[in-house]
């Protein structure tokens, strides 16, 4: 299932607090169940919303941090599993208290660099303290508000707005740096069982739209009109940029006075972790037999015999180290199995389908336990030999 790229915003807390109640008041509508009973809400639920300042965004509804019981703690796990996602949490406190659940969720918060507010609910049975206001701001709470039943929802959104980072909810230019108004944009193509039916890939349609942004000029074809084109146009464009899996073929075709680089290396830079990325890659000249290798996708999809990260890549690293290899592939944010140092390589894709946040949590315990992560067109332009070409475009001129 492809992932929201919306910003996520998680409510925590403990059971009965009133989570899913502020969440129901926030966005106006009765999504998340509410009863007295503590413990009604058992696996994240998800929810969109329009936030004044910050656009469409994603509110997860979380279980209780102090779930008791063996599927308690399965639940507690799950919601912890939450912040490898979100871009903001939301603590929901009542009766003032600042006690060992609330530390343990502010130690999480801080472990995967979450920004958190606090929100003091049902103020209206007993009144938030001063005290306790300024304990959560000295652990760092961005915000700290009193709630009362169907009361201030447009100063919690307010709050909202300033707590979240603006990168959250900002869009900056795939191509930034790289072309100016005028210039003209050749896009390399291809149309094979991979692209979904009648439409585009992901990535194509955004390098499109980013292109028009920058008042550019898209030329956009197949790789089976890649020779017409050039053969017919007078005017050569500043840069091609094609699917990373005919990097080979167009790095032949494309003069060498244009750059050339891919949609993925694109993605690479505009969201992933750019300069892990390009430390990582030469690992794939000293990979060896039965080397282990993680390919990350962002999304799930039905994999076919021209599947890029499944089928391809495994492929391809084989042919160049002229040894089998072993690999995973774990699809969307699934939960890796294996211990994340039995990797001697992480290959993620382009991220298209998941957020900057999503993308960085995902790859950074790697990145913490020394183990090398590249990406899927970065690896491709290494391995056939074009990896300088590709990345020219990103050098600092």
Known sequence: MARDKKPHIGFFGKRNNGKSTLINAITGQDIAITSPVAGTTTDPVKKSIEIKGVGPA??????????????????IAKSLRVLDQIDLAILIIINNSFDQWEHQLIEHFRQKDVPFMVIHGKSDLQTATESVKQQYQLAGAKAFLAYRMGEQVDDITRAIQSAIPPTAYTNTSLLAGIIEPGDQVLLITPVDTEAPEGRMILPQVQTIRDVLDNHAINIVLKESELALYLSTTSQLPKIAITDSQIFEKANRMVPKEVMLTGFSILLARHKGNFEAYRAGTPRLGTLKKGDRILILESCTHHSTCEDIGRVKLPRWIQKYIHAPVEWDVVAGLDHISRPITDYALIIQCG????TRKQLHNRLQPAIDAGIPVTNYGMAIAWMHGIYERAMQPFEKR
């Open 351 to 354: 991220g298209c389908m998941i």
């Open 58 to 75: 994603i509110l997860i509804d979380t279980a209780g941090i102090d779930d008791s019981g063996e599927l308690g703690e399965k639940r």
